[in-house]
Antibody, heavy 121, light 107 residues
Framework: EVQLVESGGGLVQPGGSLRLSCAAS????????MNWVRQAPGKGLEWVSG????????GYADSVMGRFTISRDNAKNSLYLQMNSLRAEDTAFYYC??????????????WGQGTLLTVSS | QLVLTQSPSASASLGASVKLTCTLS???????IAWHQQQPEKGPRYLMK???????TKGDGIPDRFSGSSSGAERYLTISSLQSDDEADYYC?????FGGGTRLTVL
């Protein structure tokens, strides 16, 4: 059974930093690309970042470019999102999501349960 | 630029069928999309991938009541024999883009 478990969310002040983690199990992690998708309270889904299976290609939404960094450790079956210079508009549930292929531009076929980031003073 | 367009809301009666639509922007009519369901207060769940030829591949455990189809730039999700727990938001997704979602109300 595929499982994606996010951790690391919490309350952070504007301008602060935080790192989200996602522990993956139930599939061959290094065969698949991974993504982070967020959802602000009461809003729709927004793709944040994606990384190919071998970390050879990464992509970011314009809204987080230069502030967020996606990475993965295939030996640990883990995905990360380093978030710097956080803003109030980054407040959202952050979901770890697996794609159906090695490239992150494929469709998502599994989701984690999400972790909540709140950016507020 | 890829844009996915969905109607904000839809409704249908318990036991009936409903067909939700996701429209791909001009120049992207060959793209496959995924449908995701998000029940209230829950995370999203993958339902299926729908290709331009109308074929679809469902996720694990998705009931036969859910099916997909295509016509031109439109991708469809059909839910038959509606149940109360089908009341949810439904999102389509392709590449790094999500549609705005359709909130389905089961009457």
């Amino acid at each position: 059974e595929v499982q994606l478990v996010e951790s690391g969310g919490g309350l952070v002040q504007p301008g602060g930093s935080l790192r989200l983690s996602c522990a993956a199990s139930g599939f061959t992690f290094d065969d698949y690309a991974m993504n982070w998708v967020r959802q602000a309270p009461g809003k729709g889904l927004e793709w944040v970042s994606g990384i190919n299976s071998n970390s050879g290609s990464r992509g970011y939404a314009d809204s987080v470019m230069g502030r967020f960094t996606i990475s993965r450790d295939n030996a640990k079956n883990s995905l990360y999102l380093q978030m710097n210079s956080l803003r109030a508009e980054d407040t959202a549930f952050y979901y770890c999501a697996k794609t159906r292929a090695a490239v992150y531009l494929e469709v998502i076929d599994y989701w984690g349960q999400g972790t909540l980031l709140t950016v507020s003073s | 630029q890829l844009v996915l367009t969905q109607s904000p809301s839809a409704s249908a009666s318990l036991g009936a069928s409903v067909k939700l639509t996701c429209t791909l922007s001009s120049g992207h009519s060959s793209f496959a999309i995924a449908w995701h369901q998000q029940q209230p207060e829950k995370g999203p769940r993958y339902l299926m991938k729908v290709k331009s030829d109308g074929s679809y591949t469902k996720g694990d455990g998705i009931p036969d009541r859910f099916s997909g189809s295509s016509s031109g730039a439109e991708r469809y999700l059909t839910i038959s024999s509606l149940q109360s727990d089908d009341e949810a938001d439904y999102y389509c997704q392709a590449w790094r883009v999500f549609g705005g979602g359709t909130r389905l109300t089961v009457l």
